[in-house]
C-alpha cells in the first residue's frame, strides 16, 4: 500500500461494534468483563482504550513498525524512552534539539543518575568516541530545531547496530510522509503528535512506534505503569489529522519552498536555514532519506536583534506569534524567547541559534499571501 493510502486504510478498519467508518470516541474509564479475574482486550483505559488503539495502530503503519504507542504529550514519549535507561548508563544526543528535551535530558537526567553526551551528530567521528561500554542509546532529532540541521540516519543506524545501542529518533518536523526512521534502520520514532499529525492546533499528543517485539513489551510496560496515555478524545482527532497528512504535507512543503527562496533575496536577510538549498550542508542525505524538504525554516535578518525580531513579528498579520509548528495556520517564534528560552545564552550560540533568529512553521494558506505577510513585516 501506498503512503497517501495508509493515511486512509493502514491498519484502519470500521468499528466492529456499528461498522462505523471513524472509530467511535471510547469516552469510558472501565469496561464489563464476564467474570472477576477474566483478562479481555479492554478492561482499563489507562491500559487500553479503542479509540487510542485505532491511533495507535494508524501510527505504527504509517511509520512501518509492528506497534504504536500514545501518550499525553510528545515529551511523556519521550520520558517513556528515558525509562528504558538505567541510572549510570550513557546516551548519546544530537546537540541542537528542541529545548523541552534538553531540558528534560539535562534535568530529570541529571535526577535519575543518566549521562547525557550532546555531541555534534554531523560529525559522525565525534558520536563514535563517545561510545563506551556504560552507552546505552543514540537519540537523534532531524530536522533539527530550530538550525534545521539534516542528520544521517542510515549512518547512525549503522554505528548504533556495531555497538548495540537502541537508535531513537525524534521525527517530528519531518512527519512519516517526508522520512520514516524505522525503514532506515532506527529503533524507536517519536513523534510530538501535535504537530503535524494532529495538524490542526487542537490537540497534545505524542506517539512512539517500533518495530522489536520485546522492545514494544518494554514500552507497553512503561505506558501502563506511568500512566501518562493519550486521552480518546485526542486519539480520536489526532486519527482524523492522519487522513489528511498527506495533503496537508504537500501544501506545507511546496509554500515553505516559496517562502524559502523568497526570503533567501530579500535585501534585510542574511541568513535562511533550510535543507531544499543546494548550499545546505547535509544537503545530499535531505535528498536521500526526506521524500520532500518540509514545512518548517529559520533565518535571520542582517540587524539579527531581539527587538527587531519581536517588532518584525508584531508587524506580521497571516503568521501569528505562538509557540509550537505544524498546523494549517502559518505561525511565527523566536527560539531564543520561546521553544529554547531554557537554554543560556552561551548553550544557544554553540548550537547556531541568535538572539534574533526566527523560526517559522509555514501553514498552507496561499502562498502569495504569505509572502505579501513577510515582505510588508520586513519593510520597516
Same mark, same amino acid.
Not at 42 to 53: K, V, W
Not at 158 to 186: C, M
Not at 195 to 216: M, N, P, Q, T
Not at 277 to 305: C, I, R, W, Y
Given at each position: 500500500?501506498?503512503?497517501?493510502?495508509?493515511?486512509?486504510?493502514?491498519?484502519?478498519?470500521?468499528?466492529?461494534?456499528?461498522?462505523?467508518?471513524?472509530?467511535?470516541?471510547?469516552?469510558?474509564?472501565?469496561?464489563?468483563?464476564?467474570?472477576?479475574?477474566?483478562?479481555?482486550?479492554?478492561?482499563?483505559?489507562?491500559?487500553?482504550?479503542? !479509540?487510542?488503539?485505532?491511533?495507535?495502530?494508524?501510527?505504527?503503519?504509517?511509520?512501518?513498525?509492528?506497534?504504536?504507542?500514545?501518550?499525553?504529550?510528545?515529551?511523556?514519549?519521550?520520558?517513556?524512552?528515558?525509562?528504558?535507561?538505567?541510572?549510570?548508563?550513557?546516551?548519546?544526543?544530537?546537540?541542537?534539539?528542541? %529545548?523541552?528535551?534538553?531540558?528534560?535530558?539535562?534535568?530529570?537526567?541529571?535526577?535519575?543518575?543518566?549521562?547525557?553526551?550532546?555531541?555534534?551528530?554531523?560529525?559522525?567521528?565525534?558520536?563514535?568516541?563517545?561510545?563506551?561500554?556504560?552507552?546505552?542509546?543514540?537519540?537523534?532529532?532531524?530536522?533539527?530545531?530550530?538550525?534545521?540541521?539534516?542528520?544521517?540516519?542510515?549512518?547512525?543506524?549503522?554505528?548504533?547496530?556495531?555497538?548495540?545501542?537502541?537508535?531513537?529518533?525524534?521525527? !517530528?518536523?519531518?512527519?512519516?510522509?517526508?522520512?520514516?526512521?524505522l525503514e532506515l534502520g532506527a529503533d524507536i520514532v517519536m513523534h510530538s503528535a501535535t504537530k503535524y499529525i494532529g495538524g490542526h492546533s487542537d490537540i497534545?499528543?505524542?506517539?512512539?512506534?517500533?518495530?522489536?517485539?520485546?522492545?514494544?513489551?518494554?514500552?507497553?510496560?512503561?505506558?501502563?505503569?506511568?500512566?501518562?496515555?493519550?486521552?480518546?478524545?485526542?486519539?480520536?482527532?489526532?486519527?482524523?489529522?492522519?487522513?489528511?497528512?498527506?495533503?496537508?504535507?504537500?501544501?506545507?512543503?511546496?509554500?515553505?519552498?516559496?517562502?524559502?527562496?523568497?526570503?533567501?533575496?530579500?535585501?534585510?536577510?542574511?541568513?535562511?536555514?533550510?535543507? %531544499?538549498?543546494?548550499?545546505?550542508?547535509?544537503?545530499?542525505?535531505?535528498?536521500?532519506?526526506?521524500?520532500?524538504?518540509?514545512?518548517?525554516?529559520?533565518?535571520?535578518?542582517?540587524?539579527?536583534?531581539?527587538?527587531?525580531?519581536?517588532?518584525?513579528?508584531?508587524?506580521?498579520?497571516?503568521?501569528?506569534?505562538?509557540?509550537?509548528?505544524?498546523?494549517?495556520?502559518?505561525?511565527?517564534?523566536?527560539?531564543?524567547?520561546?521553544?529554547?528560552a531554557g537554554m543560556s545564552g552561551e548553550q544557544r550560540q554553540s548550537i547556531g541559534i541568535s538572539e534574533g533568529m526566527i523560526r517559522l512553521s509555514v501553514?498552507?494558506?496561499?502562498?502569495?499571501?504569505?509572502?505579501?505577510?513577510?515582505?510588508?513585516?520586513?519593510?520597516?
Amino acid at each position: 500500500m501506498k503512503f497517501n493510502s495508509k493515511t486512509i486504510h493502514g491498519n484502519q478498519n470500521p468499528d466492529k461494534a456499528y461498522a462505523s467508518v471513524m472509530p467511535p470516541i471510547y469516552q469510558t474509564s472501565t469496561y464489563v468483563i464476564p467474570e472477576a479475574g477474566v483478562k479481555k482486550a479492554y478492561g482499563y483505559s489507562r491500559t487500553a482504550n479503542p !479509540t487510542r488503539t485505532a491511533f495507535e495502530n494508524a501510527m505504527a503503519s504509517l511509520e512501518s513498525g509492528d506497534a504504536g504507542f500514545a501518550f499525553a504529550s510528545g515529551m511523556a514519549a519521550i520520558d517513556a524512552v528515558m525509562r528504558l535507561i538505567k541510572p549510570k548508563e550513557e546516551v548519546i544526543v544530537s546537540r541542537d534539539l528542541y %529545548g523541552g528535551t534538553h531540558r528534560l535530558f539535562n534535568k530529570i537526567g541529571a535526577i535519575n543518575a543518566i549521562t547525557f553526551h550532546f555531541v555534534d551528530m554531523m560529525n559522525l567521528d565525534e558520536v563514535s568516541s563517545k561510545i563506551n561500554e556504560h552507552t546505552k542509546m543514540i537519540w537523534a532529532e532531524t530536522p533539527t530545531n530550530p538550525t534545521m540541521q539534516i542528520l544521517d540516519l542510515q549512518q547512525l543506524a549503522e554505528i548504533a547496530k556495531q555497538h548495540r545501542l537502541l537508535f531513537a529518533v525524534d521525527n !517530528t518536523f519531518a512527519s512519516p510522509y517526508l522520512q520514516r526512521p524505522l525503514e532506515l534502520g532506527a529503533d524507536i520514532v517519536m513523534h510530538s503528535a501535535t504537530k503535524y499529525i494532529g495538524g490542526h492546533s487542537d490537540i497534545v499528543a505524542g506517539v512512539l512506534v517500533v518495530r522489536d517485539e520485546e522492545l514494544a513489551n518494554q514500552i507497553k510496560f512503561i505506558q501502563n505503569a506511568t500512566g501518562a496515555i493519550c486521552g480518546p478524545m485526542d486519539s480520536f482527532l489526532a486519527l482524523r489529522g492522519i487522513k489528511t497528512l498527506h495533503v496537508r504535507m504537500q501544501r506545507h512543503c511546496e509554500n515553505t519552498a516559496q517562502i524559502a527562496h523568497f526570503l533567501a533575496n530579500h535585501k534585510k536577510v542574511s541568513k535562511v536555514l533550510w535543507p %531544499g538549498f543546494n548550499n545546505h550542508p547535509n544537503h545530499e542525505v535531505a535528498k536521500s532519506q526526506m521524500h520532500d524538504f518540509g514545512g518548517m525554516l529559520s533565518f535571520e535578518t542582517k540587524d539579527d536583534s531581539l527587538v527587531y525580531s519581536k517588532v518584525l513579528l508584531k508587524r506580521l498579520t497571516y503568521f501569528v506569534t505562538a509557540e509550537s509548528l505544524g498546523g494549517v495556520e502559518s505561525l511565527a517564534g523566536i527560539p531564543a524567547l520561546m521553544t529554547h528560552a531554557g537554554m543560556s545564552g552561551e548553550q544557544r550560540q554553540s548550537i547556531g541559534i541568535s538572539e534574533g533568529m526566527i523560526r517559522l512553521s509555514v501553514g498552507i494558506e496561499d502562498v502569495e499571501d504569505l509572502i505579501q505577510d513577510l515582505a510588508i513585516a520586513l519593510d520597516f
